[in-house]
T-cell receptor, first 112, second 116 residues
Framework: EAAVTQSPRSKVAVTGGKVTLSCHQT?????MYWYRQDTGHGLRLIHY???????EKGDIPDGYKASRPSQENFSLILELASLSQTAVYFC???????????FGPGTRLTVL | GDSVTQKQGQVTLSEDDFLFINCTYS??????LFWYVQYPGQGPQLLLK??????NKGISRGFEATYDKGTTSFHLQKASVQESDSAVYFC??????????????FGKGTKLSVKS
């Protein structure tokens, strides 16, 4: 069974603070992704990676950094959190395209 | 770039009603098309997938979608919905063009509410 886990599941952050969201997959998949979900916008790709130690910009990368220290782990970093980054964040993995992407349960981030 | 359009933000039905969710797309390639379903409090999960290799039609759990290249559409249908089908449904596209085919473009989603 494919497995993608995210931590924390919920977080409240202050404006201007640093936030790190973590993702771990046990699927042995090459590709990993970070999306944000907002009402009315669906899922938008922030960053993705197809190999450890390398990341690529997605469609909305501004204000976010990503890190892929190993095949299993992929982090999303908000260096200076802003109110507009309040959203639900999903991590996903896939062996390669265009196969099914397996999503984690999401992290609800609230920036105050 | 690629785009996916779901015009229906919300659909409300009664049990045993027919479901139709509209999805159209734009791409310069022959895409792989997906429908994902997201239940409350969960991440999206694959409902069905269609490529030109599988007769352009996907069927799963009573849901059906047909890829129509002429009208660039990939509508989702189900003959008789149940309350348990209440969820958000996303149409998505993966281009078949080298390394970029690992990226999905999602529609905005359609929230289905089924009343018993």
């Amino acid at each position: 069974e494919a497995a993608v886990t995210q931590s924390p599941r919920s977080k409240v952050a202050v404006t201007g603070g640093k936030v790190t969201l973590s993702c771990h997959q046990t699927n042995n998949h090459d590709y990993m992704y970070w999306y944000r979900q907002d009402t009315g916008h669906g899922l938008r790709l922030i960053h993705y990676s197809y190999v450890a130690d390398s990341t690529e910009k997605g469609d909305i990368p501004d204000g976010y950094k990503a890190s892929r220290p190993s095949q299993e782990n992929f982090s999303l970093i908000l260096e200076l959190a802003s109110l507009s980054q309040t959203a639900v964040y999903f991590c996903a993995s896939t062996p390669t395209g265009p196969y099914e992407q397996y999503f984690g349960p999401g992290t609800r981030l609230t920036v105050l | 770039g690629d785009s996916v359009t779901q015009k229906q933000g919300q659909v409300t039905l009664s049990e045993d009603d027919f479901l139709f969710i509209n999805c159209t797309y734009s791409t310069t390639t022959y895409p792989t098309l997906f429908w994902y379903v997201q239940y409350p409090g969960q991440g999206p999960q694959l409902l069905l997938k269609v490529t030109t290799a599988n007769n352009n039609k996907g069927i799963s759990r009573g849901f059906e979608a047909t890829y129509d290249k002429g009208t660039t559409s990939f509508h989702l249908q189900k003959a008789s919905v149940q309350e348990s089908d209440s969820a958000v449904y996303f149409c998505a596209l993966a281009p078949n063009s080298g390394g970029s085919n690992a990226k999905l473009t999602f529609g905005k989603g359609t929230k289905l509410s089924v009343k018993s």
